[in-house]
């Protein structure tokens, strides 16, 4: 890097700005093509490194990464004497969507921008490794003139994924997931924040002023009925391992069906297309209540026994198959472990689907639960 860039680049208005920098509009003195400038100030950090090294991930990050949706890298320097550091990317054009909140909007037209911005994370999180924006909100999703949405600012973008999670918590409260309180970070993460996105936008709320019961949105509460609320209410579960897990898999269920059961009993269909289909479109088991109370009871017995059984394969017997098989010699190439990997968690949300349909079964044929609803009943009563 070099101060080079002083004399090429004429900086003009503030665009934004946070803890990674400040963005400014200016003219790329060269082509006469206006550009996005992004700048680091050293002298600013007041000796915490973390924004820098923030920053130059984000400069590594958009020259590795070539789709329409993200701004592209043109350039970087530095001026040693200032301690400033730039990064010039491709200035987008448009209303970041915070500019609409404060109104409820179309579902149709969110629909659509959902779609668009599931292009471009599907597009991230199909790197190798998942490339994670850790910061989607209504700021970071430009509307072009065009009606065309572009995700900006990666100033929080994880590289690889660290299941182990880390120290350092990127993100904005009110979009983001509950596990980024801890560090950790998947595509699953990034389908939380996109999902409180439209529905701030939905509801015409910031996310941090909707109304929520501990870590969960009562999204059946806050939207009406319909495709937006279905999906919504899987992108926005608390716990990631019952999330839709990353933008494939939302737009499985968007494209797929509206009846849950064609997809899962399709023999063509993904373990994962099939878990999703569960988790939006539940069967309904309602009918086991009018069995007899001895036949619910028996059968309540044997859907918690294969529930537990479900449940030792879930958190043991899956995943020790494959570290045995995945100890052997073939798999010692990189490119072989990630598809054992994926095979890894195809089987197991395999698993967890069939274990939430049994859990299911086991709640309907409940042969307590009838007195249970007559207790609750008595007890609002009174």
């Given at each position: 890097?070099?101060?080079?860039?002083?004399?090429?680049?004429?900086?003009?208005?503030?665009?934004?700005?946070?803890?990674?920098?400040?963005?400014?509009?200016?003219?790329?003195?060269?082509?006469?093509?206006?550009?996005?400038?992004?700048?680091?100030?050293?002298?600013?950090?007041?000796?915490?490194?973390?924004?820098f090294d923030l920053f130059e991930r984000e400069c590594k990050a958009l020259q590795s990464l070539d789709h329409p949706g993200i701004p592209h890298y043109l350039d970087r320097f530095s001026n040693e004497e200032s301690g400033d550091f730039f990064l010039?990317?491709?200035?987008?054009?448009?209303?970041?969507l915070s500019k609409r909140l404060g109104t409820p909007l179309d579902p149709d037209k969110l629909l659509d921008w959902l779609r668009q911005t599931l292009k471009i994370l599907e597009y991230l999180h199909g790197r190798a490794p998942p490339v994670i924006h850790r910061d989607i909100k209504p700021s970071n999703l430009m509307l072009r003139p065009d009606g065309r949405i572009r995700l900006i600012d990666f100033g929080?973008?994880?590289?690889?994924?660290?299941?182990?999670?880390?120290?350092?918590?990127?993100?904005?409260?009110?979009?983001?997931?509950?596990?980024q309180l801890h560090g950790e970070?998947?595509?699953?993460?990034?389908?939380?924040?996109?999902?409180?996105?439209?529905?701030?936008?939905?509801?015409?709320?910031?996310?941090?002023?909707?109304?929520?019961?501990?870590?969960?949105?009562?999204?059946?509460?806050?939207?009406?009925?319909?495709?937006?609320?279905?999906?919504?209410?899987?992108?926005?579960?608390?716990?990631?391992?019952?999330?839709?897990?990353?933008?494939?898999?939302?737009?499985?269920?968007l494209d797929g069906p509206a009846i849950g059961p064609a997809i899962t009993s399709d023999p063509t269909a993904t373990p994962t297309a099939k878990k999703n289909a569960v988790a939006l479109h539940e069967p309904d088991y309602s009918s086991l209540r009018g069995l007899p109370v001895f036949v619910r009871f028996v059968l309540w017995i044997m859907a918690w026994a294969a529930t537990s059984l479900v449940l030792v394969a879930e958190f043991v017997g899956v995943p020790a198959i494959f570290a045995i098989q995945g100890s052997s010699r073939r798999y010692r190439k990189a490119r072989r472990r990630r598809r054992l990997k994926a095979r890894e968690a195809e089987a197991l949300g395999q698993v967890?689907?069939?274990?939430?349909?049994?859990?299911m079964i086991a709640t309907q044929v409940d042969p307590w639960g009838d007195q249970k609803s007559l207790t609750d009943g008595s007890d609002r009563d009174t």
């Amino acid at each position: 890097m070099s101060d080079s860039g002083l004399a090429r680049y004429q900086i003009m208005e503030p665009l934004g700005g946070g803890s990674q920098g400040q963005t400014f509009r200016a003219i790329d003195r060269q082509t006469r093509n206006a550009v996005a400038v992004k700048v680091l100030h050293l002298g600013s950090l007041g000796g915490d490194w973390k924004p820098f090294d923030l920053f130059e991930r984000e400069c590594k990050a958009l020259q590795s990464l070539d789709h329409p949706g993200i701004p592209h890298y043109l350039d970087r320097f530095s001026n040693e004497e200032s301690g400033d550091f730039f990064l010039v990317m491709e200035l987008i054009e448009g209303a970041p969507l915070s500019k609409r909140l404060g109104t409820p909007l179309d579902p149709d037209k969110l629909l659509d921008w959902l779609r668009q911005t599931l292009k471009i994370l599907e597009y991230l999180h199909g790197r190798a490794p998942p490339v994670i924006h850790r910061d989607i909100k209504p700021s970071n999703l430009m509307l072009r003139p065009d009606g065309r949405i572009r995700l900006i600012d990666f100033g929080g973008v994880r590289l690889a994924l660290r299941p182990d999670g880390g120290s350092t918590m990127i993100g904005t409260f009110g979009y983001m997931a509950p596990e980024q309180l801890h560090g950790e970070a998947s595509p699953a993460t990034d389908i939380y924040a996109l999902g409180m996105t439209i529905t701030a936008l939905a509801t015409g709320l910031p996310a941090e002023n909707i109304p929520r019961t501990g870590l969960r949105i009562d999204i059946d509460a806050i939207l009406p009925k319909g495709p937006l609320r279905a999906v919504l209410r899987a992108m926005v579960e608390p716990d990631p391992s019952n999330r839709l897990s990353d933008a494939g898999a939302v737009t499985r269920v968007l494209d797929g069906p509206a009846i849950g059961p064609a997809i899962t009993s399709d023999p063509t269909a993904t373990p994962t297309a099939k878990k999703n289909a569960v988790a939006l479109h539940e069967p309904d088991y309602s009918s086991l209540r009018g069995l007899p109370v001895f036949v619910r009871f028996v059968l309540w017995i044997m859907a918690w026994a294969a529930t537990s059984l479900v449940l030792v394969a879930e958190f043991v017997g899956v995943p020790a198959i494959f570290a045995i098989q995945g100890s052997s010699r073939r798999y010692r190439k990189a490119r072989r472990r990630r598809r054992l990997k994926a095979r890894e968690a195809e089987a197991l949300g395999q698993v967890h689907g069939v274990r939430q349909r049994l859990q299911m079964i086991a709640t309907q044929v409940d042969p307590w639960g009838d007195q249970k609803s007559l207790t609750d009943g008595s007890d609002r009563d009174t």
